[in-house]
């Protein structure tokens, strides 16, 4: 992902306004991120825990989402796995994570949701550049350009029911 001004991010929410996109929390040290190692930058809001964030170049633009959590918890004895990367975690390492849908669907109430890495670091799970806490990723036959490539496409997927 090419590195993206705060600006360029702000911009970018389809499912929110304006003034909502003014007032999100960006992440902490934007210029340090790894932007050659995410496929979409996503962040939780450290200041409100039920909120989440993304931003993906989908036809050569930024689209950003924002996520919301519900505030139900989830086993800690019990794995996940995320359905973008196909990471398990144990616990809360995977969450519901629900996205207003754009336009009048979204004002009317219609949202989409995706169990997701909780911390949104998907892009660096793939790449092995970081491991879940308590249980490792499973060998797989596809190459790493394959697992990159399969992550992007179930985003891009969850991303066209946001836009419907």
């Known amino acids: 992902m090419r590195e993206l001004s705060e600006s360029e991010i702000r911009a970018s929410f389809v499912n929110c306004s304006k003034g909502e996109a003014r007032r999100l929390s960006l992440p902490r040290g934007l210029s340090e991120l790894p932007w050659t190692d995410l496929d979409f930058l996503g962040w939780r809001d450290p200041g409100a825990p039920d909120r989440g964030y993304l931003v993906v170049e989908r036809d050569g ?10 505030s139900v918890r989830r086993s800690l004895a019990k794995s996940n796995i995320c359905s973008l990367c196909i990471t398990t975690h144990a616990g809360s390492g995977v969450a519901l ?24 670091a998907c892009s660096l799970y793939v790449r092995g550049l970081k491991r879940s806490a308590a249980v490792s990723r499973p060998e797989e036959s596809l190459t790493l350009d394959e697992q990159i490539e399969r992550t992007v496409g179930n985003l891009d997927a969850f991303l066209a029911k946001v836009l419907a």
């Open 61 to 70: 633009a930024p689209v950003g989402v924002t996520l919301r959590v519900p």
């Open 97 to 120: 994570l629900t996205a207003r849908r754009a336009g009048a669907a979204g004002r009317e109430g219609n949202t989409v949701g995706n169990y997701v890495c909780a911390d949104l």
